[in-house]
């Protein structure tokens, strides 16, 4: 029972972002975004990710090598075919709050702990 508990707990820290670092987006001088601090997303890019299909609370997510996830809101859940296994996802990446918890009137929301990564419009291929 204690290590299905801190297997939730793992999975639930790579759904809300805390395996890729402090939660604070930074600039390539390592000074705080203003714009991420604030919620507000900055222009997608496009991006290719690789790692393994797991499906989150809130979306698909693809799991790099580094323990990063990413949320393929796109997807919704993984197909069958692809859920746990190697895909390469691609597709325009923000990195904002749109699916941080939230309250509304004094009721706590679901949802994550904000600075999400995120991959919008996204395709993928299974390579494994």
């Known amino acids: 029972m204690r290590f299905a508990l801190?297997?939730?707990?793992?999975?639930?820290m790579s759904i809300v972002g805390c395996?890729?670092?402090?939660?604070?987006?930074?600039?390539e001088d390592g000074a705080?975004?203003?714009a991420a601090a604030n919620g507000e997303a900055k222009a997608a890019k496009p991006m290719t990710v690789e790692g393994?299909?797991?499906d989150g609370m809130?979306?698909?997510?693809?799991?790099?090598d580094?323990?990063?996830?990413?949320m393929v809101p796109s997807l919704g859940r993984w197909p069958d075919a692809a859920k746990g296994k190697r895909?390469?996802?691609?597709?325009?990446?923000?990195?904002?709050d749109r699916f941080m918890g939230?309250?509304?009137?004094?009721?706590?929301?679901q949802g994550t702990a904000g600075n999400d990564r995120i991959l919008l419009k996204a395709k993928y291929e299974v390579i494994k």
Do not use: N
């Open 102 to 109: 939230k309250t509304v009137d004094g009721v706590p929301q």
């Open 6 to 12: 801190v297997g939730l707990c793992m999975l639930a």
């Open 32 to 34: 705080k975004s203003k």
């Open 58 to 64: 809130i979306s698909a997510l693809v799991v790099d």
């Open 66 to 70: 580094k323990g990063v996830a990413y």
């Open 87 to 96: 895909v390469r996802v691609t597709g325009q990446f923000v990195q904002d």
């Open 19 to 27: 395996a890729g670092g402090s939660g604070a987006a930074k600039s």
């Open 52 to 54: 393994v299909a797991k």
